[in-house]
């Protein structure tokens, strides 16, 4: 090789390590970071064929863990398997040791390494491993992370070895260069490989931390406990479902994997706000409270006593008569109104005929049956929510948004907040809290909307309503739809890709 030969190697050498080398420190995926790492050794050296294993601790003792293979003369289907880091094999031995290997010949191995080539898999395939260049992967403190495995140098890269004479024409040895400059890449690649690893599990620090954090607020309420984590699993499902739709505005749209977990973190912390909702309110279970029933039972069974030593001394008149007669009825309809769901017309009339009933306190003071908190309680129309009680529930969306503008999100988790704070607007602009509508709301946020409106609907019983089964909860979707509120395309993905069904799954 002249001189300009070998400078026009040498730059090629220095381009392609920088090419490689940026795209690697971007790399924030393990899998894809191993799988550039072995294709790119196997192209510089222009190999057919080779393999990358981890190091990793199984019941305090090191394993090599098969993790990715290439083989470009054949099709190999991949199946993870395990060696010890002993020197019982190849690849072991090189962990073992820290040396890196160049057997020019693997049915020639040098008799002082003790190894033998094992050619099982060779068989399996068909195919004929003639040399190899096995280099261990150390980190900065020396110790070994991976095994980079690469196998047949050939004197032309795309040429596929099919026949015997190709493995006998084609195949050359690894030159010594070569080996040292594969050892630097492994090495860098080592550091890079530790950094994306501890970002991996910095990321699921953080998950783990939100998932317990969100879990511990929502059990305040035993009633809705599990709710965001639902909604989270539902919004990773829709996603998905939305990169595979091939109809409608919205089927060349992918989700990144990035914002996939955007979106999944929007989802867990749409209702994160709730932690400042009183718990009078949000605990609340009926239209009254037990004490307050219990209080109201007392007050009826008091002045029944009364009406009694009333009519035994024969001081009662007619309007008392016709009180005592109805007092028993008035507490059993109280009593079973406190836990509707929902009241008729005639159940209001009725509370307005029990509103209007005086009786004589002890002191000989007319006070009212049920004083006006309780008959405006009794009187909610549906639910168990006063109007008042309903409007600072509603707060939590701005309590969410509040504790949410507070957290430094980096670049890939920007729009969290964004997506969360919108799931209760809707298309028409008569949501809450900011009365947004559609074009002002991401499509992100509008799914969620979908979703959270699904899973409250379909979650375990309220004491104020059943759950309902999926084919009525997705007929009250339809009639959101129909009504202007949810976005009618991402309705229709949700039903035709069946993403509600996660939920059974799980």
């Given at each position: 090789?002249?001189n300009?030969?070998?400078?026009?190697?040498?730059?090629?050498?220095?381009?392609?390590?920088?090419?490689?080398?940026?795209?690697?420190?971007?790399?924030?995926?393990?899998?894809?970071?191993?799988e550039?790492?072995?294709?790119?050794?196997?192209?510089?050296?222009?190999?057919?064929?080779?393999?990358?294993?981890?190091?990793?601790?199984?019941?305090?003792?090191?394993?090599?863990?098969?993790?990715?293979?290439?083989?470009?003369?054949?099709?190999?289907?991949?199946?993870?398997?395990?060696?010890?880091?002993?020197?019982?094999?190849?690849?072991?031995?090189?962990?073992?040791?820290?040396?890196?290997?160049?057997?020019?010949?693997?049915?020639?191995?040098?008799?002082?390494?003790s190894?033998?080539?094992?050619?099982?898999?060779?068989?399996?395939?068909?195919?004929?491993?003639?040399?190899?260049?096995?280099?261990?992967m150390?980190?900065?403190?020396?110790?070994?992370?991976?095994?980079?495995?690469?196998?047949?140098?050939?004197?032309?890269?795309?040429?596929?070895?099919?026949?015997?004479?190709?493995?006998q024409?084609?195949?050359?040895?690894?030159?010594?260069?070569?080996?040292?400059?594969?050892?630097?890449?492994?090495?860098?690649?080592?550091?890079?490989?530790?950094?994306?690893k501890?970002?991996?599990?910095?990321?699921?620090?953080f998950?783990?931390?939100?998932?317990?954090?969100?879990?511990?607020?929502?059990a305040?309420?035993p009633?809705?406990?599990?709710?965001?984590?639902?909604?989270?699993?539902?919004?990773?499902?829709?996603?998905?479902?939305?990169?595979?739709?091939?109809?409608?505005?919205?089927?060349?749209y992918?989700?990144?994997?990035?914002?996939?977990?955007?979106?999944?973190?929007?989802?867990?912390?749409?209702?994160?706000?709730?932690?400042?909702?009183?718990?009078?309110?949000?605990?609340?279970?009926?239209?009254?409270?037990?004490?307050?029933?219990?209080?109201?039972?007392?007050?009826?069974?008091?002045?029944?006593?009364?009406?009694?030593?009333?009519?035994?001394?024969?001081l009662?008149?007619?309007?008392?008569?016709?009180?005592?007669?109805?007092?028993?009825?008035?507490?059993?309809?109280?009593?079973?109104?406190?836990?509707?769901?929902?009241?008729?017309?005639?159940?209001?009339?009725?509370?307005?005929e029990?509103?209007?009933?005086?009786?004589?306190?002890?002191?000989?003071?007319?006070?009212?049956?049920?004083?006006?908190?309780?008959?405006?309680?009794?009187?909610?129309?549906?639910?168990?929510?006063?109007?008042?009680?309903?409007?600072?529930?509603?707060?939590?969306?701005?309590?969410?948004?509040?504790?949410?503008?507070?957290?430094?999100?980096?670049?890939?988790?920007?729009?969290?907040?964004?997506?969360?704070?919108?799931?209760?607007?809707?298309?028409?602009?008569?949501?809450?809290?900011?009365?947004?509508?559609?074009?002002?709301?991401?499509?992100?946020?509008?799914?969620?909307?979908?979703?959270?409106?699904?899973?409250?609907?379909?979650?375990?019983?309220?004491?104020?309503?059943?759950?309902?089964?999926?084919?009525?909860?997705?007929?009250?979707?339809?009639?959101?739809?129909e009504?202007?509120?949810?976005?009618?395309?991402?309705?229709?993905?949700?039903?035709?890709?069946?993403?509600?069904?996660?939920?059974?799954?799980?």
């Amino acid at each position: 090789m002249n001189n300009n030969e070998t400078i026009n190697k040498l730059k090629y050498t220095i381009m392609q390590l920088n090419k490689i080398g940026m795209a690697l420190s971007q790399e924030k995926d393990t899998y894809k970071l191993l799988e550039s790492i072995l294709e790119f050794a196997m192209e510089f050296t222009k190999s057919d064929a080779g393999s990358l294993y981890t190091v990793e601790e199984k019941e305090e003792k090191k394993i090599l863990k098969f993790a990715i293979t290439r083989n470009n003369s054949r099709e190999i289907k991949f199946k993870e398997f395990a060696l010890n880091v002993d020197k019982n094999s190849i690849a072991g031995y090189a962990a073992y040791t820290g040396d890196y290997l160049n057997l020019k010949n693997v049915k020639e191995i040098p008799r002082e390494l003790s190894l033998k080539y094992n050619d099982s898999f060779d068989k399996i395939i068909n195919y004929k491993t003639i040399n190899m260049l096995v280099v261990p992967m150390k980190d900065f403190e020396g110790n070994v992370i991976g095994i980079l495995q690469i196998i047949n140098k050939k004197k032309d890269y795309n040429k596929k070895l099919n026949s015997e004479d190709d493995f006998q024409n084609y195949i050359i040895p690894y030159e010594n260069e070569e080996a040292e400059m594969v050892i630097s890449i492994a090495s860098q690649v080592a550091v890079l490989f530790q950094r994306v690893k501890l970002y991996e599990k910095i990321e699921m620090l953080f998950k783990s931390f939100m998932e317990t954090m969100v879990a511990t607020i929502d059990a305040r309420n035993p009633e809705t406990a599990g709710h965001s984590k639902r909604v989270a699993i539902l919004a990773l499902r829709f996603a998905k479902s939305i990169n595979n739709v091939d109809y409608g505005s919205y089927k060349d749209y992918v989700f990144s994997n990035e914002e996939l977990m955007e979106f999944y973190y929007a989802a867990l912390l749409h209702d994160i706000g709730k932690i400042g909702i009183s718990e009078n309110v949000l605990l609340k279970k009926n239209r009254l409270t037990n004490d307050r029933i219990g209080s109201i039972i007392y007050r009826f069974k008091f002045i029944k006593k009364n009406l009694e030593i009333k009519e035994f001394k024969n001081l009662i008149n007619e309007e008392e008569k016709g009180i005592y007669n109805k007092l028993d009825e008035y507490l059993d309809f109280i009593v079973q109104t406190n836990t509707k769901g929902y009241i008729t017309e005639e159940e209001e009339e009725k509370l307005e005929e029990i509103k209007k009933v005086k009786y004589e306190d002890y002191d000989g003071e007319l006070k009212l049956l049920i004083d006006d908190f309780e008959f405006k309680n009794l009187k909610i129309k549906r639910g168990n929510l006063t109007q008042e009680e309903r409007k600072h529930i509603e707060k939590h969306v701005i309590y969410t948004d509040q504790i949410l503008k507070k957290i430094n999100w980096v670049e890939n988790l920007k729009n969290v907040r964004s997506i969360a704070i919108s799931h209760h607007e809707k298309c028409n602009g008569t949501g809450y809290p900011f009365k947004l509508k559609k074009e002002q709301v991401s499509f992100k946020g509008r799914m969620l909307t979908i979703l959270d409106i699904f899973e409250a609907l379909t979650a375990r019983d309220r004491a104020y309503r059943k759950a309902l089964d999926v084919n009525k909860a997705l007929n009250i979707l339809k009639s959101e739809v129909e009504r202007g509120y949810l976005d009618s395309e991402l309705y229709e993905i949700f039903i035709k890709e069946k993403v509600y069904k996660v939920l059974e799954e799980k």
